[in-house]
């Protein structure tokens, strides 16, 4: 018996359009068409325990094969076959359809959407025709009495369909490659294909007589079934080279959302190195995409693992994606898991945490400003930050630790921090010395970190250490006498404005302490946060700041023998004299630089000799 017919599809040749658009994606035929020998297995498997197949399964596992002088793949496998009448129902009419569908749905995107499609729509059996002039099926049913069904195609609509000797159950899905997609006839080829796409298929696929896959990745068994070790191999397997992760997150549910998967925190110090796309994105088993925008929140974006759920929409365009219910409670939920399995760490094991710290502290920082409440909430009991002694604290520990000392006249507590601790030395060295406490909050994270802290934490502002004079810093009650009188005050602002010469550094002269420098270059704090945030490309309100220079201000201690020395020399004198202590503040402050710097060594040689 041999028929011909007509496949009723409602776009005439989608065979040259989906070959035209989806060059750059064409292997995905391979995942395509291993991914329906796999479900045909398991349709089998389960007909079988339910009691409707009595056969014996045999083996089962799903062969590929390629004959470079016939030109030919073929995938075969021992699952529940077709009839002549399925494949005109399956084959003829759902796969050719779901072709059409894509079609219709691609010719409406713009490029950026098609990107987005290409790779996340399961073009099903009809990817065949990516890479085949024509396509065999060979398939025997499991039904008792059935025949064997051949089926032709050449990818237009039209296709044969005749009866076939075949004995054994399944499907032998034959492709004839077309002139111009030789490389899949390469073996080494096929075997990166299967390897991306396959790797952790459910059933055996057996290239060149080797199982490439394993059937029982990790994420598929219980936690309570694995040793650390089962977890730090996969991870070795996933990203082969790379340092042990730190630790990971077993993800598992079923409701009401289906979702498996694995995340690992990675060990990395350096932002710089951190990559993205190290997620890998499955449905049930076949690996569909590393691009995991979207399902997972932006600030996870830097783990590693796998993701597993038939619950994610991959045959929709991206802005869809972010809309969907599914994708939002996906996106909750593993933000929940991560935040919780932090606090387990942090509960558990605090010293343990505390040496991650340095790894992991981006992340909750990254998560407490970028994702929701909820996960801030958790975060704030188990966010640390380290004083320059090294010492971790939580924020609620800090504030207790500090309060005594730091709260200023206003009650507010005042946190002292140093973005720098080399650069800004002589000043964290001076709050040390007045015993006050100094964070070390140096990462690109830090200052947004900070203004969040502002608003959420009641009455405690930050400071830089050098935001101000150590007397100012934290403003009290008590003042120190000046020894000069007023005149002389004013004087010595004269003087210094002269040998300084600069309009952005504003000169003042303060009673500071005999012990503290002679002049000390602060950055208002207000002003700094302004810059950096300028700097940091922040827009909106920000840029009315935009032709804002630096802006310093230089405090002359009026009660260190310099001023005196200052007044009384001669004018030549005392121009020099005003001249090295201003530059001896610039060096403490690292801003000492250029034509200045080697003025500053001549004179300070100058006054060796003098
Ligand atoms: N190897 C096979 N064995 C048995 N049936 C098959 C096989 N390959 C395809 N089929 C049948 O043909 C139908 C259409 O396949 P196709 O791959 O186009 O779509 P799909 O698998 O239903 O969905 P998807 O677009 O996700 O691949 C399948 O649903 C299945 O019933």
């Not at 409707?52 to 062969?63: A, I, P, R, T, Y």
């Not at 604290?393 to 005594?404: I, N, R």
Request: proline fraction near 3%; charge should be negative.
């Amino acid at each position: 018996m041999q028929e011909k017919g007509n496949i009723s599809i409602h776009t005439e040749n989608i065979f040259p359009i989906i070959k035209k658009f989806l060059y750059s994606d064409h292997e995905i035929f391979l995942r395509e068409l291993v991914s329906n020998a796999v479900d045909a297995t398991q349709k089998l498997k389960s007909l079988g325990q339910l009691g409707e197949f009595k056969g014996e399964l045999g083996e089962l596992k799903v062969k590929v094969s390629v004959d470079k002088e016939a030109r030919t793949i073929t995938i075969s496998d021992r699952g529940l076959g077709m009839t002549a009448e399925e494949i005109k129902k399956y084959i003829n009419q759902i796969a050719f359809s779901g072709a059409t569908e894509f079609v219709e749905k691609y010719k409406e995107k713009d490029a950026a959407a098609k990107d987005q499609i290409i790779g996340q729509f399961g073009l099903g059996f009809y990817s065949a025709f990516m890479v085949a002039d024509n396509v065999e099926i060979f398939s025997k049913s499991y039904k008792e009495e059935t025949e064997g069904a051949h089926w032709i195609c050449d990818g237009s609509t039209e296709f044969t369909l005749e009866t076939t000797d075949k004995t054994d159950r399944g499907t032998d899905v034959v492709l004839h490659v077309a002139a111009d997609s030789d490389e899949f006839l390469e073996p080494a080829r096929l075997r990166t294909i299967l390897t991306k796409y396959c790797k952790f298929l459910p059933i055996e696929i057996e290239f060149e007589d080797a199982v490439i896959n394993q059937t029982q990745p990790i994420w598929v068994k219980q936690p309570s079934e694995l040793t650390d070790e089962d977890y730090t191999t996969f991870y070795q397997e996933l990203y082969p080279f790379s340092e042990p992760p730190l630790f990971w997150i077993h993800l598992n549910v079923d409701y009401p959302f289906n979702l498996t998967g694995i995340l690992y925190f990675p060990k990395v110090k350096d932002e710089l190195q951190f990559q993205r796309n190290k997620i890998q994105l499955y449905s049930r088993q076949v690996f569909i995409t590393d691009e995991v925008k979207d399902v997972v929140p932006e600030f996870l974006m830097l783990l590693h693992g796998v993701i597993d759920s038939p619950d994610i929409p991959l045959n929709v365009s991206r802005s869809f994606l972010q809309a969907d219910a599914a994708v939002k409670k996906i996106n909750t939920y593993i933000t929940k898991k991560v935040a919780d399995k932090l606090a387990e760490l942090f509960r558990k094991d605090r010293s343990g945490f505390e040496e991650k710290w340095s790894d992991i502290g981006m992340f909750v920082k990254y998560g407490m400003l970028s994702a929701d409440d909820k996960f801030y909430d958790k975060a704030k009991d188990f966010v640390l930050v380290q004083n320059t002694a090294g010492k971790y604290f939580t924020l609620s520990e800090y504030q207790e630790f500090v309060q005594a000392n730091q709260k200023d006249k206003a009650e507010q507590t005042v946190v002292l921090y140093t973005t720098d601790a080399e650069a800004q030395h002589s000043f964290v060295q001076a709050a040390l010395d007045r015993g006050y406490d100094v964070l070390k909050l140096d990462t690109v994270l830090d200052s947004h970190f900070i203004g969040q802290l502002e608003q959420k934490l009641e009455k405690v502002t930050f400071k830089r250490v050098d935001a101000d004079t150590i007397g100012k810093l934290i403003e009290k009650d008590e003042t120190i006498e000046s020894v000069l009188s007023d005149d002389d005050k004013t004087k010595l602002q004269e003087l210094f404005a002269k040998a300084i010469g600069n309009e952005h550094m504003h000169v003042q002269v303060e009673a500071l302490s005999p012990q503290d420098a002679p002049v000390i270059i602060t950055v208002p704090e207000f002003m700094r946060r302004m810059k950096d945030m300028q700097r940091a490309g922040g827009g909106g309100g920000m840029q009315m700041f935009g032709s804002l220079p630096d802006s310093y201000t230089v405090s002359v201690n009026a009660n260190h023998p310099v001023a005196q020395r200052v007044l009384s020399a001669t004018d030549e004198a005392s121009h020099q004299l005003a001249r090295q202590a201003f530059d001896l503040a610039l060096l403490a402050q690292g801003m000492l630089k250029g034509e200045a710097l080697t003025a500053f060594v001549k004179r300070s040689a100058d006054l060796l000799t003098a």
